[in-house]
């Protein structure tokens, strides 16, 4: 089956300090990845989507940044933190021809002070 | 804008009831519709998914989708304590990569023993 890893669970950052989130596919070859963000009592918002190695699609003009430097990794970034980056930071994967059916990481619930 | 509009809740329902959740969308070229629970703290699970109009059935959900009224449903039989969870409707494109797909935020369900 399909599995997402995603670490850490839960990040505290103070406002200006740098961010690396990572994520890591089992199960599956080559799928669409993305990188949504939650806030409290709403719905996903898009962050990030990439169809392969090196190819990412920003939906939202930011202070962050993702990367995929091998098929089955997704890494979201910043360099400045700002306090409108806390959220609850999801990775998601969809099979190659899935259907838009996505499944997704435990979260990262992300709080900047 | 295109945009997915769900209830927010709570909404209360005694176990053993059905629960019916509800939720509109404004792009008519809408093709594929989604159900994902999600637990307080936790990553959404995708729970069902529908493609034509009609009722379509697994195990002790149902979904309901009429086009013609942009709007889509989920009934959720014999509701358990363990059905307590924030229900996200998403709707898509219908094309092969989910970066199309747009959340509700979501129905509050609360199953009252």
């Known amino acids: 089956s399909q599995t997402i890893h995603q670490w850490p669970a839960t990040l505290v950052q103070p406002v200006g300090s740098p961010l690396s989130l990572e994520c890591t596919v089992e199960g599956t070859s080559n799928p669409n990845l993305y990188w949504y963000r939650q806030a409290a009592g709403r719905g996903l918002q898009l962050l990030f989507y990439?169809?392969?190695?090196?190819?990412i699609s920003s939906e939202v003009p930011q202070n962050l940044s993702a990367s995929r430097p091998q098929d089955r990794q997704f890494i979201l970034s910043s360099k400045k933190l700002l306090l409108s980056d806390s959220g609850f930071y999801l990775c998601?994967?969809?099979?190659?021809?899935?259907?838009?059916?996505?499944?997704f990481g435990s979260g990262t619930q992300l709080s900047v002070l | 804008q295109k945009e997915v509009e769900q209830n927010s809740g709570p909404l209360s329902v005694p176990e053993g009831a059905i629960a019916s959740l509800n939720c509109t969308y404004s792009?008519?070229?809408?093709?594929?519709f989604f159900w994902y629970r999600q637990y307080s703290g936790k990553s959404p699970e995708l729970i069902m998914f529908i493609y034509s109009n009609g009722d379509k059935e697994d195990g002790r959900f149902t979904a309901q989708l009429n086009k013609a009224s942009q709007y889509v449903s989920l009934l959720i039989r014999d509701s358990q304590p363990s059905d307590s969870a924030t229900y996200l409707c998403a709707v898509g494109s219908g094309y092969s990569s989910a970066s199309k797909i747009i959340f509700g935020s979501g129905t509050r369900l609360s199953i009252r023993p």
């Open positions: 998601a994967g969809e099979a190659r021809q899935g259907g838009e059916k996505l499944f």
């Open positions: 792009d008519r070229g809408s093709q594929s």
């Open positions: 990439s169809v392969g190695i090196g190819q």
